[in-house]
């Protein structure tokens, strides 16, 4: 990740110079898919934030976590994570954006399920797997339409020239469904505090500093592009301000510190989303600098609980007695970070809400009313971040002092917060390149940023002072405020709407279930049957009759087609289990024999050897079964069955002798027999088929035998544990 | 399980030959009838012969590695095989035709087909493995253990 961040800023001349690099592996030419990567100044910023956090956040790991598998585990899933992020803010190709958005989805419910005998975790994971999942899926349905609107699957493409019509508006709101998901947005957002469970610099780096951000970032890539077009700007900004004042609110009324971090992660989401989902300029170049301003100090005190959390052993803020020798640097850390939450002067935050105030001061008719509800959010965020600071910064108490943590332990929260602060007061010859490329090559109407501590004074300026104001007025009414809050908010809501949800979802599919899979093998077997050949015999009523075929060639094939007709109508009546499956043996045998007399080897090579391991695990599974088949009145009764079977018989071989005569142009095989040799240097073409000229198809396939290898042990125990607790396993068998 | 003699070193000998016929196939395969599919179930019978001497014990006496190990490597052999070209800066799966003399047994052409076959037969037999390792086990002592 070090690598990323010195590679990042090696390259950064190129890209500030407004040169994005692009580079672009293809994959399937014609599906249009392709692994396209590319790094222009929004992306550029971006990777600082998820390389950069992800160092920091990587060297506290090694103190915060005692040396363990689960450990290693962790850091494996953090690296993949991180790479996966990467792939998502870089990507342009959109099917390769998806892949990657989803394996940030899988690498954050691995990390917040890591403790999976822990019932909670696997909850809150499995709860964000389906949020952000389902929003992804939603997603993907709408990169899809909208590449299909546009013409290409390149993310510069479809923005530079962006489709409209009504098709494109659906499209984009399935894509809002994912960022908002993604983003923890209102009513999404009650999965973000539950993945708190996660190990705390899980919670700093994923659902703080970057994951979320996804979102954020996707939401910044198309509002330029279609935030004029229908709803897109209404929609997205009362979501984004819903968001801010819900999480402000909800921060307001959490003891535990490391939730009272989520809850104003989700209000800044809310606020973020605002900025970057607006599409206008000055509100894309505030979003950037909040964007980063959010990452440092979050991260850093999320990092700082952590700290608390494992020295102390609690981090519920009415256990905590305050701090006194050793922590200097922990206190020094919070302090700045929350200074650059609240937006107090020196620091990045402030720049970045007096660049978001400037931003929304006339903008029109609504520019005052958003004005207002960003105010009223930063209020909220000006007094959770002071119950916050309150508890850390506070003297120690009477009683035994804590130690301090060790230095190493300390200083990736103290190199974020000389970040802020260093970013905050030469906001300008530090920022303003990054920044006003990002937003120029999100907008190519945004201009310099002109970003700073002083602009004099103006609405921003005052508006800061009311914002201010606000909140120390929130502070000092606290007791009234407490009660009001806990009196007006609902103890769930959004978590209740979900849990109703995945109940309701689970009804419905044990329903379905009932009727679709009730559990008569007869029954599915003649279902699946007449499906299957009712789709070929609606061709086949209309096909031309080429004649009957030569009946046989040879005696030998006389020969084995009594054989095997013998062995297949003997199979239909035995009586006991085990000479059936010997029987159905005899059919496949008979099988590869004709394959020798056609000249197959190949073929009936295959054909024996398969046989004669189906004929070996038959027995094996035979062994858990009753000897004999049950006597027992099956659901379908014998005519029936006969006449399944005799239609489908019938329709085979209608369908056999027809498809064959049915050929119009030259069959394959010439050609990859003719290939063979010179391009695969294997004279074996059926081999050669195998591993090159379909090599794909049989690495699908082997796939496939793999999970059904799998499938097979699986099984082979589930149904040894539950053998004593029933009856005969298997028991509604046919006959 | 009873153990019978006659049984036992019959099946030894069956499955030696048949484990050498399978490596036969897998490596002649892509001039001759043969390959990975065919030589892994060759394997898989020969594993089944193992299993009618001796039980699911004599099966992993003889595999020594666990079954979904081989599964797991065999899919990794082959999918890598398929990538690495993309690695290199080809298309997947494209192959690569070289000669080398072994010493004593003459000049042989071994294309990187032969690496993909290789890890479809792996497959093959860990998915005969995997049938033992999921049924193979006498029902007396299942009952025993659950």
């Known amino acids: 990740m070090l690598l990323t961040v010195v590679y990042a800023v090696w390259r950064a001349g190129d890209v500030l110079a407004g040169r994005p690099i692009s580079t672009s592996v293809v994959w399937v030419d014609r599906l249009g898919l392709s692994v396209a990567l590319r790094l222009d100044g929004f992306g550029l910023l971006m990777v600082l934030v998820v390389a950069g956090i992800g160092v920091a956040v990587m060297a506290y790991g090694a103190c915060y976590f005692s040396p363990t598998p689960r450990a290693a585990r962790t850091a494996g899933l953090l690296v993949l994570f991180a790479g996966s992020m990467l792939g998502v803010v870089l990507a342009d190709n959109v099917a390769f954006l998806y892949v990657a958005w989803e394996l940030t989805s899988v690498a954050s419910f691995l990390l917040i399920g890591a403790d999976h005998e822990d019932a909670e975790a696997r909850s809150s994971a499995l709860h964000a797997l389906l949020v952000t999942g389902a929003g992804g899926l939603a997603m993907l349905g709408g990169l899809v339409i909208l590449a299909d609107q546009a013409g290409t699957w390149l993310l510069s493409e479809i923005l530079a020239a962006p489709p409209s019509g009504t098709a494109t508006g659906v499209g984009l709101v399935l894509v809002a469904a994912g960022f908002m998901t993604k983003s923890a947005q209102?009513?999404?957002?009650?999965?973000?505090?539950?993945?708190?469970?996660?190990?705390?610099?899980?919670?700093?780096?994923?659902?703080?500093?970057?994951?979320?951000?996804?979102?954020?970032?996707?939401?910044?890539?198309?509002?330029?592009?279609?935030?004029?077009?229908?709803?897109?700007?209404?929609?997205?900004?009362?979501?984004?301000?819903?968001?801010?004042?819900?999480?402000?609110?909800?921060?307001?009324?959490?003891h535990d510190l490391k939730l009272l971090l989520a809850m104003g992660t989700v209000s800044q989401l809310g606020f973020l989303m605002v900025l970057l989902g607006t599409g206008s300029a000055a509100a894309t170049v505030a979003g950037c600098t909040l964007l980063l301003a959010h990452a440092l100090f979050k991260a850093t005190l999320f990092l700082v609980v952590g700290v608390i959390d494992h020295e102390v052993g609690t981090r519920d803020r009415r256990q905590l007695s305050g701090f006194g020798r050793g922590w200097g640097g922990v206190k020094i850390a919070t302090a700045v970070a929350a200074a650059s939450m609240a937006g107090?002067?020196?620091?990045?935050?402030?720049?970045?809400?007096?660049?978001?105030?400037?931003?929304?001061?006339?903008?029109?008719?609504?520019?005052?009313?958003?004005?207002?509800?960003?105010?009223?959010?930063?209020?909220?965020?000006?007094?959770?971040?002071?119950?916050?600071?309150?508890?850390?910064?506070?003297?120690?108490?009477?009683?035994?002092?804590?130690?301090?943590?060790a230095g190493r332990f300390v200083a990736p929260s103290l190199v974020l917060a000389s970040l802020t602060v260093a970013t905050g007061i030469a906001a300008a010859p530090l920022l303003d390149p990054l920044v006003t490329q990002a937003a120029a090559d999100l907008d190519p109407r945004a201009h310099e940023a002109g970003l700073g501590l002083w602009h004099g004074l103006g609405v921003p300026l005052a508006l800061s002072g009311v914002t201010l104001g606000l909140g120390a007025l929130l502070i000092a009414a606290r007791r009234p405020v407490q009660y009001l809050l806990a009196a007006i908010t609902p103890a769930r809501g959004a978590a209740d709407a979900y849990a109703a949800t995945i109940r309701l979802l689970n009804l419905l599919a044990r329903r379905t279930a009932g009727i679709a899979q009730n559990g008569s093998l007869p029954v599915y077997i003649a279902i699946i049957l007449l499906t299957t050949?009712?789709?070929?015999?609606?061709?086949?009523?209309?096909?031309?009759?080429?004649?009957?075929?030569?009946?046989?060639?040879?005696?030998?094939?006389?020969?084995?087609?009594?054989?095997?007709?013998?062995?297949?109508?003997?199979?239909?009546?035995?009586?006991?289990?085990?000479?059936?499956?010997?029987?159905?043996g005899a059919v496949g045998y008979g099988m590869s024999l004709v394959f020798v007399v056609q000249g197959a080897p190949d073929l009936a090579l295959t054909q024996f050897a398969i046989e004669t391991l189906t004929v070996?695990?038959?027995?094996?599974?035979?062994?858990f079964l009753p000897a004999e088949f049950h006597r027992r009145r099956p659901a379908l009764g014998v005519p029936v069955r006969v006449a399944v079977s005799a239609t489908v018989a019938v329709a085979v071989f209608a369908f056999a002798i027809v498809s064959a005569a049915a050929r119009q142009a030259d069959p394959i095989s010439d050609e990859l027999i003719e290939r063979s040799l010179p391009e695969a240097g294997g004279r074996n073409v059926v081999n050669v088929v195998l591993v090159d000229f379909r090599g794909l198809d049989t690495l699908g396939e082997i796939s496939v035998l793999v999970v059904a290898g799998l499938g097979v042990v699986a099984l082979g125990r589930v149904g040894r544990r539950q053998r004593p607790a029933r009856r005969p396993p298997l028991g509604r068998e046919e006959q | 399980v009873r153990r019978s003699i006659v049984v036992d070193t019959t099946a030894r000998l069956i499955s030696q030959t048949a484990m050498v016929l399978s490596l036969y196939l897998l490596f002649a395969g892509h001039n001759q009838p043969g390959g990975g599919f065919v030589g892994g179930l060759v394997a898989g019978a020969a594993l089944a012969v193992h299993y009618v001497a001796g039980g699911i014990d004599d099966v992993r006496a003889v595999l020594r590695i666990r079954p979904w190990i081989v599964l797991g490597s065999g899919l990794v052999l082959a999918a890598g095989t398929a990538l690495a070209p993309v690695v290199l800066g080809a298309a997947v799966l494209e192959g690569n035709l070289t000669t080398v003399t072994v010493p004593a047994l003459g000049t042989a052409k071994i294309t990187t087909a032969l690496a993909f076959d290789a890890g479809v037969y792996a497959v093959m037999v860990g998915l005969a493995a995997m049938i033992f390792e999921g049924f193979g086990e006498p029902p007396a002592r299942e009952a025993g253990r659950s």
């Open chain 1, 533 to 584: 050949i009712a789709v070929p015999s609606s061709v086949l009523v209309r096909a031309n009759w080429p004649g009957w075929p030569v009946v046989a060639e040879s005696p030998a094939q006389v020969v084995i087609a009594v054989l095997i007709a013998v062995s297949a109508f003997a199979a239909t009546v035995a009586r006991r289990r085990f000479s059936a499956a010997l029987l159905l």
């Open chain 1, 186 to 254: 209102f009513p999404f957002h009650a999965w973000l505090p539950a993945a708190m469970v996660a190990a705390t610099p899980v919670s700093a780096y994923l659902h703080s500093a970057t994951m979320v951000k996804a979102g954020i970032y996707l939401a910044a890539r198309f509002a330029p592009a279609f935030a004029a077009s229908g709803g897109w700007r209404p929609a997205v900004i009362t979501i984004g301000l819903v968001t801010m004042l819900t999480g402000g609110f909800r921060a307001l009324r959490q």
């Open chain 1, 616 to 623: 070996v695990a038959f027995v094996l599974v035979l062994r």
């Open chain 1, 344 to 405: 107090l002067p020196p620091m990045l935050g402030f720049v970045a809400k007096e660049a978001a105030f400037e931003a929304f001061t006339g903008a029109g008719w609504w520019g005052p009313l958003v004005l207002s509800g960003l105010v009223g959010g930063s209020a909220l965020t000006v007094a959770y971040t002071a119950r916050f600071a309150a508890t850390v910064l506070a003297r120690p108490a009477a009683g035994p002092p804590v130690p301090g943590p």
